[in-house]
């Protein structure tokens, strides 16, 4: 089978390194990928933007099944035009993927179906905005941009002060352009988060393995949010009895509402949790595998991915069992100074040959390129080492030992990824 993953992350580096093990895989190809993913696979230099040409790539070199990585393919209606094409693909259509494009689309849904979530209110004009935030008792709040931001649209806000100033930034600043035309203002859930990704093709639904995510840019979950500072798997705060409860309130129910709505969900539904007091609390959607929640889940799968993913394209989830490796895994990214601010492009990383062909740490490249036989930098997100330990402490070490050796100038990370669930340990 021909495979072509669509994108240029972390997730995609990850997601071809695991079907290129796939015996049905004849080959992988990945567009337009980076320098990681050219070690597994070939990569195409095809523009994400331009979704007629990467289907007719895709015909001219009959390519088999498409998995598109990043959200913004998915919700231009990537899946829609392979469909119509004949072409197997994985992932929700352009109806669909509107559970991650709008967040007042997924918080209208969640209210109208008894889904829980957070209390909130939506705003088109900026002046409603202002007048709302006043009317509320000062304290902790979160505006959120509308549309996609890049993982970077939700704002928590300490007081009405910082809230004001996220309010401009998204409707007057328009610093997430489009996204932050329209804004919900949200009550601020106490807890911990937790990532909850989930395979289903709308009839069934298969939880993946645990994991949590580091939003803020620094320890002590400090700073600005990110896409995504490092994931570890599994995560201890999911018991046995919180994943019946997530499953029953959450993941169930958000299926049966998007039937219910006429946008059957196929691909993976990502819930983006607080486990609050009162129970679990959906704080967002996505519609596509979480990163860098993807690469420490899927160093720990032990069922051939290409199997699991065509099963769910195929409508056929419920025939197929999924297994996982007894060991820990933990995703330490590593990213450009400044991100996610501004940052600079074009450092050479060194150390890279070290680690290759281990099996139990691999370096997914999120942000590289290729500048002749150097690997340097392009992106926020540079690196996302991950690595496998007997447990979460071994898991950590190991990780940190390849991100000691690994150097590229200005490099930032944080230092207490998984740290969390230590304390639990």
Known sequence: MKVLVVGNGGREHALAWKISQSKRCEKVYIAPGNAGCAEVGECVDLNLNNIPSILRWAKENKIDFVIPGPEAVLVEG???????????????????AELEKSKIFSKNLMRHHGIPTADYAVFEQYEKAIDYLESREDGPIVIKADGLAAGKGAIVCADHAEAKDAIERCMVKREFGEAGGRIVIEECLVGEELSVLALTDGKSIAPLASSQ???????????????????????PLMTDKLLDEVIETVLVPTVHAMNSEGRRFRGVLYAGLMITRSGPKVLEYNVRFGDPET???????????????????????????IEWKDEAAVCVVMASGGYPGSYQK??????????????????????TTKKGDKVVSDGGRVLGVTALGKDIPEAIENAYKVVNGVKFEGAHFRTDIGQKALDKI
């Open 78 to 96: 990537i899946v829609d035009a392979f469909y119509e094409a004949g072409i197997k693909v994985f992932g929700p259509n352009k109806l669909a």
């Open 213 to 235: 995510d580091h939003k803020a840019a620094y320890d002590g979950d400090t700073g600005p949010n990110t896409g995504g500072m490092g994931a570890y798997s599994p995560a």
């Open 295 to 321: 690469q420490p889940i899927l160093m720990r799968l032990d069922t051939d991915l290409l199997d699991l993913l065509e099963a769910v394209s195929d409508g056929k989830l419920d025939k197929i069992d």
């Open 346 to 367: 074009g450092k050479e990383i060194t150390g890279l040959d070290k680690f290759k062909g281990r099996k139990d740490a691999v370096v997914f490249h999120a942000g």
